[in-house]
Nanobody
Framework: QVQLVESGGGLVQPGGSLRLSCAAS????????MAWYRQAPGKERELVAA???????NYANSVKGRFTISRDNAKNAVYLQMNSLMPEDAAVYYC???????????????WGKGTLVTVSS
């Protein structure tokens, strides 16, 4: 059983910063790509940032230059540093990872339960 657990969400004023963390645990053979998604009320879930096992990254245009995704392979963790937050960044942020387990050569997509980010003065 593989689990992803996010942390670091909360209330922040516009212009502020937050750092989200996500740790994977369980029967893990290899973690491939990892990503952060978000979903605001009434909107579809969207990709915010992704990072490959080789640490190549890509970002949604709306967060480029403000958000930074990183990972710590030794800790099976991925992080999202969010700076210059705007009200439109408010959403539930979900961690996603493509993980291979010892019993399969194929990776599967796993999701965390999400952490709420509120941007308000």
């Amino acid at each position: 059983q593989v689990q992803l657990v996010e942390s670091g969400g909360g209330l922040v004023q516009p212009g502020g910063s937050l750092r989200l963390s996500c740790a994977a645990s369980g029967s893990i053979f290899k973690i491939n790509a990892m990503a952060w998604y978000r979903q605001a009320p009434g909107k579809e879930r969207e990709l915010v940032a992704a990072i490959t096992s080789g640490s190549s990254t890509n970002y949604a245009n709306s967060v480029k230059g403000r958000f930074t995704i990183s990972r710590d392979n030794a800790k099976n963790a991925v992080y999202l540093q969010m700076n210059s937050l705007m009200p439109e960044d408010a959403a539930v942020y979900y961690c996603n990872a493509d993980i291979s387990v010892p019993t399969s050569v194929y990776g599967m997509s796993y999701w965390g339960k999400g952490t709420l980010v509120t941007v308000s003065s």
